[in-house]
């Protein structure tokens, strides 16, 4: 890349306009304020249009840049490779009015000097200070090829990138702004390129114009200049004279071929502004990131203002949109990019709002056309159209005048939204090639739209079935405080095969579970449901631990060799102080001892996971006291690829013995150890118990003989020890319900004495025992049966209630709600 002229190379310390050499260009650099009068003008400008400094600064720069007219044609601009906007163009970009890039080339009027042609860019300038508008200049005549078999393509400029080393003088106080400013201006322009070059301008102390052929100048004078209205005229004869059929005056020649080079070069530049388009959206499945990128994409390049309006469903992650929308459709504003000053759209269409739209709005004719309507003026008439959607708020003057563009964002010709684009008065019209631009534009846009919300869609479902699928524990039951966490993996997708669960037993008992099967994704949650209903149904059938691995793992083989699971399964008896335990190939647990705060990893026997077969399993009992705490979890939270997993059990069970002031605050503690930076690849369930027990003096038990008037005895020892808790508001219903038990028992019993239970806790609980494996039916009695209503009594009066086999026989229980206290 070559670096500009050196301007103290000369004689006089500033070479002349025509003594650049090939690849090196001196480059007048103008910036004007918002009222149009120069606020800097570098030394390249003074040479190059015969003005000093002192008598430029705070001048309008229309009046120091004197237009003589059109180039002569044997100065044809396509040897710069730049278009022809002339004199009225760098007018309206001298006034600080412009709001868009432009570029052009004129002929100029030097005092001392001949006439001189040069090709000049416009940048409009957005930030705090007082600086509008960046003026590039250079001398045309360096910049033209002289061999015709050096000429390159009239879209290939030889000048193919501008570098706008922005006279960066001490004195000049924006210098650093429009230096930051650089890949603003030149978007291929990256931050380590942008700041090589401002370097390398404040070394040499005069401006660059580099020459690159990878970049372009982000400027397409046929998009957002305004043709000359000579050239138009020229272009008008020279189709009419085509169209009838006559000969190509003389005169019009060139233009023929200038025009079919022109046309040629529009079209190549649109293909490479969408091009472009297409690899700055869809970076990313996030549906709100993916609407950014689609609006940012088209401003200010190809429009001032795009507002981006979707359907309901889209906006909330539902299915595919369903049939033509109508007037009734509900259309989302979910993004608003425009060129304006800040603010001055946010309150009148605000991001965020919903509304639809009527039959008579060019919106509803694209939505429902699915194809693109252009409006090249909004009139008046218009204007007050559309703003009548917007009640209270008047729209007119941000939209009349303007020119319009709406097109439909489609996905497999369904209409999901359609973008709004307007163009500022001031620039060109809306035409035919721009709709055809903007309806590419959109259908790209479209599918980009639809892959996010596919995605979106698609995690939505699994959340869904992933939260269906956890239960939701209560944080209390009998004799112990229960919490929970279920993370869902960040890298491997939100479905997974954790689970844990706890589940009400006989007798005060509680099982806690936790569980991981093998694999991600939807297969192994729907695995993850079968196996975690069969657990529920077994713990319910009370069969003990090692059992209902056993069980378990039977079940999974016969379901497929492909349903393979880790799982861990305690039970808990409060009133004992008792955890029985067993492991099927499933990471041990923690248990903290409150009574030194000690933390140790349960020894048990490891067993293979369910779904190998003929691998026995062991159950261990373990005491605990009131106020221990059992924790259980997978292995996501503990094991990371690299990582002895040694060390993570080490940091659970350091984490798990850190005091807490709530369960809640415990698990948080565990899971902030553990996963401190996030990130975690596989899923991660967790589960917490409380172990608080139950009181001896919470429980009173009796052994009835076999004898029918041991009812009546039944009946007045628990009247009499509801009384004693003070709990005389539930004896009646207490009476009258362990009667009916105990009846049962002593009827159908053989051998052994009846037993009778009552256990004090959140709820009253009532157990009968006897020596008969037969379980109670609920049935319907007729008026005329003398059995029957015994259990239908308890089913009405009860709670609870149920029946489970033991190994001595059968527990008949209900539980009562205790009044408050």
Not at 181 to 202: F, K
Not at 464 to 490: E, N, V
Request: hydrophobic residues 40%; charged residues 25%.
């Amino acid at each position: 890349m070559d670096r500009g002229t050196d301007d103290r190379a000369a004689p006089d310390g500033h070479p002349g306009p025509g003594s650049a050499v090939a690849g090196r260009v001196p480059l007048a650099v103008v910036v004007v304020d918002r009222e149009g009068l120069v606020s800097h003008w570098s030394a390249g400008a003074r040479r190059l249009f015969g003005t000093s400094k002192e008598a430029a600064l705070g001048r309008p720069a229309v009046d120091l840049l004197p237009v003589s007219g059109a180039l002569p044609e044997d100065g044809d601009p396509s040897s710069y490779g730049v278009d022809d906007g002339l004199g009225p163009d760098l007018d309206v970009s001298l006034g600080g009015q412009l709001s868009y890039p432009a570029a052009g080339c004129a002929r100029l009027n030097v005092p001392g000097s001949d006439r001189i042609d040069v090709l000049w860019w416009a940048y409009p300038l957005v930030g705090p200070g007082p600086e509008r508008l960046l003026v590039l200049a250079a001398e045309a005549a360096p910049l033209r090829l002289r061999d015709p078999d050096e000429a390159l393509d009239a879209t290939d400029a030889v000048v193919e990138r501008i570098v706008p080393a922005f006279a960066l003088h001490t004195d000049f106080p924006g210098a650093e702004r429009l230096a930051r400013g650089l890949p603003e201006i030149l978007p291929s322009m990256g931050v380590g390129e942008s700041a090589r070059i401002v370097a390398q301008v404040l070394e040499l102390g005069y401006p660059v114009l580099e020459f690159s052929q990878n970049d372009r100048v982000p400027v397409t004078p046929d998009w957002g200049v305004p043709r000359r209205a000579e050239r138009r005229a020229r272009r008008e004869r020279l189709a009419r004279a085509v169209a009838a059929g006559q000969p190509v005056p003389t005169d019009l020649r060139e233009d023929a071929d200038d025009s079919e080079d022109l046309e040629y070069a529009a079209v190549r530049e649109r293909l490479e502004f969408l091009n472009e388009v297409s690899g700055r959206i869809g970076t990313s499945l996030d549906l709100a990131a993916t609407i950014v990128e689609v609006s940012k994409a088209v401003v200010p390049r190809f429009t001032d203002v795009a507002g981006t309006y979707l359907r309901e469903q889209v906006v909330a992650g539902e299915g595919f949109p369903d049939g033509v929308p109508d007037t009734t459709t509900l259309w989302h504003r979910v993004a608003l990019e425009h060129t304006d000053e800040p603010g001055r759209w946010d309150d009148v269409v605000p991001v965020g709002e919903a509304m639809p739209f009527p039959a008579h709005t060019p919106f509803f004719q694209c939505m429902t056309t699915g194809e693109p309507v252009l409006v090249p003026r909004i009139s008046e008439e218009t204007g007050h159209a559309i703003a009548a959607q917007f009640e209270k708020r008047d729209i007119r003057p941000l939209i009349t005048g303007r020119s319009m563009l709406v097109v439909p964002l489609k996905a497999r010709n369904v209409v999901l939204g359609f973008m709004i684009l307007l163009r500022h008065p001031e620039r060109p019209e809306f035409n035919d090639m721009d709709r055809v631009t903007g309806a590419e534009l959109a259908a790209r846009a479209g599918l980009v739209l639809d892959n996010a919300r596919m995605y979106t869609y698609q995690e939505s479902v699994a959340e869904t079935l992933q939260d269906s699928m956890l239960p939701h524990i209560p944080a209390r039951m009998a004799g112990c405080d229960i919490a929970t966490r279920y993370l869902p993996g960040t890298l491997l997708g939100r479905v997974g095969g954790d689970w844990f669960d706890s589940v009400k037993l006989p007798g005060a008992r509680t099982a806690f579970v936790v569980g991981d099967v093998m694999g991600h994704g939807l297969n192994s949650a729907a695995m993850m449901g079968q196996l975690r209903t069969a657990v529920q149904t077994m713990a319910a059938l009370d069969l003990p631990p090692a059992r209902l691995l056993r069980n378990l793992d039977d079940l999974a083989q016969r379901l497929g060799e492909n349903y393979l699971a880790t799982c861990l399964y305690a039970v808990y008896d409060p009133v004992a102080g008792e955890l029985s335990l067993a492991n099927a190939g499933h990471i041990p647990p923690v248990l903290v001892r409150a009574e030194d705060g000690r933390s140790e990893l349960l020894d048990l026997p490891t067993g293979a996971p369910i779904g190998i077969g003929g691998v026995p399993f062991e159950a261990v009992r373990v005491p605990v006291r009131p106020g221990d705490r059992l924790v259980m979890c997978t292995d996501g939270l503990v094991e990371v690829r690299g990582e002895d997993i040694g060390v993570g059990l080490a940091t659970l069970c350091e984490s798990a013995a850190h005091p807490a002031a709530s369960m809640d605050d415990a698990c948080d503690t565990i899971i902030r150890a553990l996963n401190p930076r996030g990130g975690r690849k596989d899923d991660v369930a967790l589960l917490m118990a409380r172990l608080s027990g139950i009181e001896p003096d919470d429980v009173a038990e009796w052994r009835l003989p076999l004898d029918p008037a041991e009812v009546g005895r039944a009946r007045a020892a628990v009247r009499e020890q509801l009384h004693d808790w003070g709990l005389a508001k539930a004896a009646y219903t207490a009476e009258l319900l362990v009667s009916e038990l105990v009846t049962n028992a002593v009827r159908h019993s053989r051998h052994r004495p009846v037993g009778l239970r009552l256990v004090r806790g959140d709820t009253l609980l009532c157990e009968v025992d006897d020596d008969d494996h037969e379980l109670p039916t609920l049935l319907s009695a007729s008026g005329g049966d003398e059995t029957g209503r015994g259990l239908r009594v308890v089913s009405t009066l009860a709670r609870e209630w149920g029946a489970t086999r033991t190994g001595a026989g059968k527990t008949v229980w209900c539980e009562l709600t205790l009044p408050r206290r």
